[in-house]
């Protein structure tokens, strides 16, 4: 059974960083795209960052580019997002997900999921 993991959210004032990590079980992912999404209140869940199943290609949202970094450590089976420059707006519950094929991008439509981690940026 495939379980998502996260950690790493809390509270930040403007300007802080925060680094999210979810540890993934119940299958090797090196073959296998994953990614984080967040969801404001009120708001869809969005795609802000995703890594390739090679870890060649990686894709940005718009307004976390230059401030967020997705990785992976394969040998432990984790993907991270560093979060720089944290903003009010970047407030959201976090989830992590991993594509349900190989070899395929990672798309909402067909994910695993994390439980999600609250990330609250002050002003």
């Known amino acids: 059974q495939v379980q998502l993991v996260e950690s790493g959210g809390g509270l930040v004032q403007a300007g802080g960083s925060l680094r999210l990590s979810c540890a993934a079980s119940?299958?090797?992912?090196?073959?296998?795209?994953m990614g984080w999404f967040r969801q404001a209140p009120g708001k869809e869940r969005d795609k802000i960052a995703t890594l390739s199943w090679s870890g060649a290609t990686t894709y940005y949202e718009d307004s976390v580019k230059g401030r967020f970094t997705i990785s992976r450590d394969s040998a432990k089976n984790t993907v991270y997002l560093q979060m720089n420059s944290l903003k009010p707006e970047d407030t959201a519950v976090y989830y992590c997900?991993?594509?349900?094929?190989?070899?395929?991008?990672?798309?909402?439509?067909?994910?695993?999921w994390g439980q999600g981690t609250q990330v609250t940026v002050s002003s």
């Open positions: 997900a991993a594509a349900k094929s190989e070899f395929t991008p990672l798309i909402r439509e067909s994910a695993y």
């Open positions: 119940g299958r090797t992912f090196s073959s296998y795209a």
